[in-house]
């Protein structure tokens, strides 16, 4: 004899919780905010200091000159023989048109210009330099890190 089995009649939810979906968000909401100062630009330079000064980096190429003279761009090493074919390179596949050239305050005119001259010969005309704002008087220095 063949038995029929009932189907199960699961009622209907007329509310949502959303108190798990909530707690998932807000944990992830941390997690980026404690992370998005780490994301930052990963060579140290001290930058030369300005009246006028703008330290922010907008989306774009940024090509970085260390204390030891030492070119990145993007925060990648580049040898200086390769240098105009990486940058055009990045500068093509960059969503915003942009160059931005960091230097060290110790690195020398000469290869500040020397890069410039690269970047143009790149075929890049606009390049931005950036610097910070000089210490105001009575405000502590601190140190990002």
């Given amino acids: 004899m063949r038995k029929w089995r009932r189907k199960r009649i699961y009622p209907k939810m007329h509310d949502i919780n959303v108190t798990n979906l909530v707690d998932v968000v807000l944990v992830i909401l941390i997690v980026f905010m404690i992370s998005e100062p780490l994301m930052q630009s990963g060579i140290e330079v ?9 330290a922010t980096v907008s989306d774009g190429v940024v090509v970085t000159i260390d204390v030891k003279g030492f070119t990145y ?9 390769q240098f105009e074919m990486k940058i055009k390179d990045a500068y093509d596949q960059a969503s915003n048109k942009k160059v931005f050239l960091r230097a060290d305050a110790s690195v020398t005119h000469g290869t500040v210009i020397d890069i410039m001259g690269r970047i143009k010969a790149a075929g890049i005309s606009e390049v931005g330099l950036v610097t910070k704002p000089p210490d105001e008087p009575g405000k502590p220095r601190t140190r990002k890190k």
């Fill in 73 to 81: 761009i993007d925060d990648r090493l580049v040898n200086l023989d």
């Fill in 46 to 54: 001290n930058l030369p200091k300005t009246k006028v000064a703008d």
